[in-house]
């Protein structure tokens, strides 16, 4: 077990961006003030999976948003808190420890902030390994292991508990009642036994957002951050490149994959080649000269070349030199039933991934 | 035949230009013209991967509404060496293009649906296949109307557009047609051959403004080859028959050199039932091959097609130890030309194959006939031993050829028996070299030494070293065995330091 302190949180928060460099950080920055402020009052205690014994419950916690951006109306802070009640009421027994639900981004670091408020510990786990759009989108699917109860607490405070089998069809459900309920959820999902979470989710993901973190806030020179980036999560940089061209296409999505396409140009600095990102709900493809050099469920992040940090998908700008990152995702994803879950098709690209020789 | 010069292949440019490609617009034209062999309506980018080369991609409106598709398609389709990419009007990007001209692949933009563009370019390519088709067919009918190889290589030549045609094995030219090439593009086609038969090769050279890739021009050999085959083989068999006289004068010429007179008695028409006619001059060529090569068919057919270059009316028999034709000759001709006509035409390529040529003298009638083939064969003989790959004529020999008949083998075992110290010797080479200017020149020491451009001084003291090794310069009955053995063993030694060519370098170490 470990106590994670503020600077633990304030890396936590940068490793939380790197490995989703496509969504808005704000919210992961305001949950990082908010951890920060509140450490006084409590401890982050973060364990092993096998710290936990095989029959404690554990649960998924994680926002679902549909149209509205957390950080423009952010929650009163007892949300994640009514769900765990209402999935302790639905099951008669007591959660033993939390677990984040992707990561990434807000969903990665939120279960910090409950463990503080609640007392419970975090599991260095997690189901995603990477932040994935879908709630269905989870190792925990590919397990077999149970959903649901789903308990959802809204914008208003209104919540509800669903009991649904397919993971698909509570992801419809879901999404649904996200919008009813004002545009985004609090979510309590997946409890499952320490076992479970033990056999299919993705072990020392938080800890590895600690690391992400430490290695980008370290006072080194860029290409040394590049090196020590490279080592931790078996990265390459794909090119250096400067954006050249930005594009949006209006195009049919199915349900759950809201956002308009955006395709992103950059133009190699020491190759000419032409790169070319295709963005969903996240940077979904790179072309290389028109050869896919790597596509989801890879993780993509864009970094400036000037400082090594972070570029949000928001702040590029056309002429910005960036380098190009590419960090596999965890090897379950590639195999024939994690590529059919999360692979390029099930993002609407008709590709084969690089990766799958098949 | 149609015209040489038309193209039988649709190219961008053409296309573009007056063609169902004319109403695109050119997001990027590729630095090169590519051709055109197809086109495809591609709904999925798994299909590009699968095209064939040369070939028009036409995206589907869907497929094309996708910029990444784009950039994806352009990959594949350069990858595949695709002729150009059309996409519809409305989703191209300035990235594409860049993309475009980065692979340096066509890329166009369809007002209209590019299903119905596709659909007009393939009935344009449809009709010029057709055109190709027919083109190939009459071209078929031509060549299989010539009657020898090197007329169908001057048709192929000429519907080419002037390509340079030759029929080759193992580098010798056995028929040639055609203008000098001058750089153009060259193609090669192995002709598949009979056992025996060794490596033919069928190769055309074209001029630098030839319209005609190397594509086309393989197309074409290819349909000509059997030709050459079926030409090649039935001129083998006319040959073969027209040298039955030859093969018959041989069979028959033991009776006539008892008493010809008689045999024409006894065969009143005999000799004119074989062609032969009493009131002609015969000239003899009898072609010779070094004995230790191997006999085989393929050689005598390759040595025909190239002996037609001489004269094509009367073939090469195939007879022991070589090949024999007699050759009718006017009494006004130089007794020269014969053997200078074969020296311009083929010693070259007999020089190639090792082989060698003796002519006869030339005589009247058909008497000694059986004599003139004998002077031939001596003259061809002694060019093997002497001097390969050479013509000679019978008249031009000295006494000297005699030396050409001995046993080398046999004299060099004597040579070993009474002229041991000398084959010892290291320094036998120079030994033999001088012992042969002193008796060439009479035993003169002066002019011996002019011959060998060494002093009078220095030749002295090697006659020493002579006499040294056993050899003896003063009996007189030894002279002459002496001088012919010298003579071999300067032949032995010298064909033996000529095949010791360094691997490394070529060049000829003498030992």
């Known amino acids: ?358 | 035949m149609p015209s040489p010069s038309k193209a039988i292949r649709l190219d961008v440019a053409g296309v573009v230009a007056h063609g169902a490609l004319s109403t695109v617009t050119m997001l990027y034209a590729a630095s090169t013209n590519a051709v055109i062999d197809g086109v495809v309506i591609v709904s999925d980018l798994e299909t590009i991967k699968r095209v064939p080369p040369n070939t028009v991609v036409v995206l589907s409106t869907h497929v094309g509404s996708g910029g990444w598709q784009v950039s994806a398609a352009l990959r594949h389709a350069w990858e595949r060496r695709a002729s150009a990419v059309i996409i519809a009007q409305s989703t191209y990007a300035e990235s594409v293009i860049s993309l475009a001209e980065r692979l340096d692949i066509n890329l166009m933009a369809a007002e209209q649906d590019p299903s119905i563009i596709a659909l007009a370019l393939a009935a344009e390519i449809g009709a010029v296949k057709s055109l190709a088709e027919v083109d190939l067919a009459q071209f078929a009918r031509a060549v299989t109307k010539e009657t020898t190889v090197t007329t169908i290589l001057k048709t192929i030549s000429i519907r080419l557009g002037g390509f340079r045609l030759t029929l080759e094995h193992d580098g010798i030219v056995l028929a040639a047609a055609g203008p000098a090439a001058d750089g153009g593009p060259t193609v090669q086609l192995e002709l598949p051959s009979a056992a025996n038969w060794g490596q033919l090769k069928l190769s055309a050279s074209g001029p630098k403004t030839t319209e005609l890739n190397a594509l086309d021009v393989r197309t074409y050999l290819e349909v000509a080859v059997p030709s050459i085959q079926s030409v090649w083989m039935a001129g083998e068999i006319n040959d073969s028959a027209a040298s039955a006289p030859t093969l018959a004068l041989t069979d028959v010429s033991d009776c006539l050199q008892v008493d010809a007179q008689l045999a024409d008695k006894a065969r009143p028409n005999l000799l004119a039932k074989l062609g032969w006619h009493s009131e002609h001059s015969y000239q003899a060529v009898w072609i010779a091959h070094p004995a230790h090569q191997q006999h085989s068919m393929g050689r005598t057919a390759i040595l025909r097609l190239l002996w037609r270059k001489v004269a094509a009316r009367r073939p090469l028999a195939e007879v022991r130890g070589g090949w024999l034709s007699l050759i009718p000759v006017d009494e006004s001709e130089d007794p020269g030309q014969l053997p200078s006509r074969i020296g311009e035409k083929v010693s070259s390529s007999l020089a190639e194959l090792g082989f060698s040529v003796g002519t006869s003298m030339r005589q009247s009638g058909v008497n000694n006939l059986p004599a003139l083939a004998q002077q031939a064969r001596v003259a061809a003989d002694y060019g093997i031993r002497i001097a390969p790959g050479t013509v000679t004529s019978f008249g031009d020999l000295g006494m000297g050829a005699v030396t050409a008949y001995m046993d080398d083998a046999a004299i060099s075992l004597v040579a070993g028996l009474t002229l041991p110290a000398l084959m010892a010797a290291p320094d036998r080479e120079q030994i033999i070299r001088d012992t042969l200017a002193f008796l060439e020149h009479q035993n003169s020491m002066t002019l011996a030494a002019k011959a060998l451009n060494i002093h009078r001084n220095t030749l002295q003291q090697r006659i020493n070293r002579i006499r040294d090794v056993g050899i003896i310069l003063d009996e007189p009955e030894q002279i002459l065995p002496l001088h012919l053995i010298l003579t071999v063993l300067k032949r032995t030694l010298q064909g033996s330091t000529t095949e010791q060519k360094d691997p490394h370098n070529g060049t000829i170490h003498l030992t």
Not at chain 1, 3 to 16: I, M, P, Q
Not at chain 1, 289 to 296: F, K, Q, R, T, Y
Not at chain 1, 344 to 350: S, T
């Open chain 1, 1 to 358: 077990m470990r106590t994670l302190n503020s600077e633990d949180v304030r890396h936590f928060s940068k490793g939380a961006n790197f490995l989703a460099c496509h969504i808005d950080p704000a919210a992961v920055f305001a949950y990082e003030e908010m951890i920060v402020q509140a450490l006084p009052t409590g401890d982050v205690r973060l364990i092993n999976i096998d710290e936990l014994d095989p029959n404690d419950l554990v649960v998924a916690l994680g926002f679902v948003t549909q149209g509205l951006a957390i950080a423009d109306m952010p929650p009163v802070g007892d949300e994640f808190v009514r769900c765990i009640q209402a999935i302790e009421q639905r099951l008669g027994r007591k959660v033993s420890a939390l677990y984040s639900l992707a990561a990434g981004n807000i969903n990665g670091i939120l279960p910090l902030m409950t463990g503080l408020q609640t007392g419970l510990p975090i599991v260095d786990s997690d189901p995603m390994g990477r932040v994935l759009p879908l709630i269905s989108q989870t190792t925990l699917t590919l397990g077999g292991v149970r959903i649901s109860p789903i308990a959802v607490t809204g914008v208003t405070g209104e919540h509800s508990t669903l009991d649904v089998e397919d993971p698909q069809r509570a992801e419809t459900l879901v999404r649904s009642l996200v919008i009813e309920l004002g545009g985004w959820a609090a979510t309590a999902m997946y409890p499952c036994t320490g076992q479970q979470l033990a056999e299919h989710g993705i072990h020392g993901t938080m800890t590895r957002m600690i690391k992400i973190g430490e290695i980008l806030g370290a006072e080194e020179p860029v290409e040394s951050k590049y090196v020590q980036l490279m080592r931790l999560l078996n990265a390459t940089r794909v090119a250096r490149a400067r954006v050249k061209h930005m594009e949006s296409f209006s195009r049919d999505k199915a349900l759950g994959l809201p956002t308009q396409t955006t395709s992103l140009t950059l133009v190699a600095e020491q190759t000419g080649q032409i790169i070319r990102l295709e963005i969903g709900n996240e940077i979904l493809l790179v072309l290389v000269d028109g050869a896919v050099a790597a596509a989801v469920p890879d993780i993509i992040t864009l970094l400036s070349a000037d400082l090594g940090q972070v570029v949000n998908l928001d702040d590029v700008r056309v002429g910005q030199l960036i380098d190009i990152f590419l960090t596999p995702a965890a090897p379950i994803w590639y195999t024939e039933a994690g590529l059919n879950l999360a692979g390029p098709p099930a993002f609407g690209l008709q590709l084969q991934h690089p990766r799958c020789h098949a």
